[in-house]
């Protein structure tokens, strides 16, 4: 909707056109909103919800260290790509809708399996970035909703991959619904230093990153018109 909205309003700017109209509500209404609603009972609510969930789970991962990895500065990073075929996405796509679910969720369930296989832990928080904007009269506000959320996973192997998916998609779901607390808050809550330069950038109470993006351009979308749009930048898909 985003992508659309904005193609159409580069091309009105283009044809001196004005814009669409101006959203009912702004940022500033959801500051405000989020303020007096994230107080008290309700806002205790969700704080228990995160304290009852990650109370016994590690706070560190012992992944495996690799040979070459001590030539490498701890500021460096490296990249393993692997490409998923176009028949293998299919089949996740499909098998996802006969099961309810959604290939995030399946995505989440192969990767929490590998890496408990690597670290030897059944017990992993994942950190997921979610866009905020849970709520229906968010859809078309402007700003920035960007938030970060743990998944608890306690992986199961003597289960069937069906029940496990559906385990993954139960706790994706309950994590999603107490998403709101303010990460401060939420570090402050599980007593968390994340000035004490440990948290690695990671998410309080998470152990690893897990990020899943389905985002496809439409053929309408114009990149043409978003670099003449942007004076003297040069914008093209990557």
């Not at 330069?197 to 351009?217: A, R, T």
């Amino acid at each position: 909707e985003y992508k659309q909205d904005y193609s159409e309003d580069a091309d009105s700017l283009l044809d001196n056109h004005h814009l669409n109209g101006k959203p009912a509500l702004q940022y500033k209404d959801f500051s405000v909103w989020q303020k007096e609603y994230l107080q008290g009972e309700a806002l205790q609510q969700k704080i228990e919800f995160w304290r009852s969930a990650l109370h016994d789970f590690p706070h560190q991962l012992n992944l495996p260290d690799l040979p070459h990895m001590a030539a490498i500065s701890s500021l460096q990073r490296l990249t393993q790509t692997i490409m998923i075929s176009d028949a293998t996405t299919e089949k996740v796509r499909q098998y996802c809708g006969e099961n309810a679910s959604s290939p995030f969720m399946y995505y989440l369930a192969a990767y929490s399996l590998l890496v408990s296989r690597f670290s030897q832990s059944a017990k992993l928080t994942i950190g997921v970035p979610t866009a905020g904007r849970d709520l229906l009269e968010t859809e078309d506000i402007v700003g920035l909703f960007v938030n970060g959320v743990v998944i608890p996973i306690t992986v199961d192997e003597t289960t069937t991959v069906k029940d496990y998916l559906n385990s993954c998609k139960d706790l994706s779901l309950q994590s999603f619904s107490n998403q709101d607390v303010p990460l401060d808050v939420l570090a402050e809550s599980l007593g968390i230093d994340r000035s004490s330069g440990k948290s690695n950038g990671k998410l309080p109470g998470s152990q690893i990153g897990f990020n899943y993006q389905d985002f496809q351009l439409g053929e309408e979308f114009n990149w043409d018109n978003l670099s003449e749009l942007i004076d003297g930048t040069e914008v093209a898909p990557i």
